[in-house]
Structure formats: C-alpha cells, structure tokens
C-alpha cells in the first residue's frame, strides 16, 4: 500500500508537482504517475484527499473515472474450497 496526499487540480492537463508527502496534479498526470507506478510493482495506493481547495464529493466523482489501463483489473477470487 502506498499512501499518497493528493491534491487534484480543476484543470486536467495540470502539470505533476511534488508536495508535502504527495502530489499536486491534473488528472491526466495522475494517470500517467500511477500507470508508472503499476510497471514498478505498485498495485495500491490510497489517497489522502484534505486538506484541498475542492470539495471532496468532487474528487471522488473525478477519481471514479480514472482508470489507468495499465493498470491490472480487479479479478474475483474464489475461495479455497
């Protein structure tokens, strides 16, 4: 699990910038730094999402569309018998 503060800017093509413990990004740059992580092995990461300048039900509705094709998709594990 790698943990990440995140703070998503309005404007997708927002260039990626470090900051305290995380990232300060557009969308698409989100997507390109967690398809880089996933070819390094990273398969989880969480999000911190305050303190930000918008409100979190916003990101949440902007982080449900992002997704990585890069990244695995989530298989459904049977259970040993």
């Known amino acids: 699990m790698t943990p990440m503060v995140l703070t998503l800017q309005e404007v997708p093509d927002a260039p990626a910038r470090p900051i305290r413990l ?3 990004t557009g ?20 999000f ?22 890069a990244l695995p998709r989530i298989r459904r594990i049977e259970p040993l018998q």
């Open 48 to 69: 911190n999402l305050r303190p930000n300048d918008r409100p979190v039900e916003e990101l949440l509705r902007e982080l449900a569309g992002v997704r990585p094709a």
């Open 27 to 46: 969308r698409n740059a989100l997507i390109e730094r967690l398809e880089t992580m996933a070819l390094f092995g990273v398969s989880h990461v969480s």
């Open 22 to 24: 995380g990232l300060s």
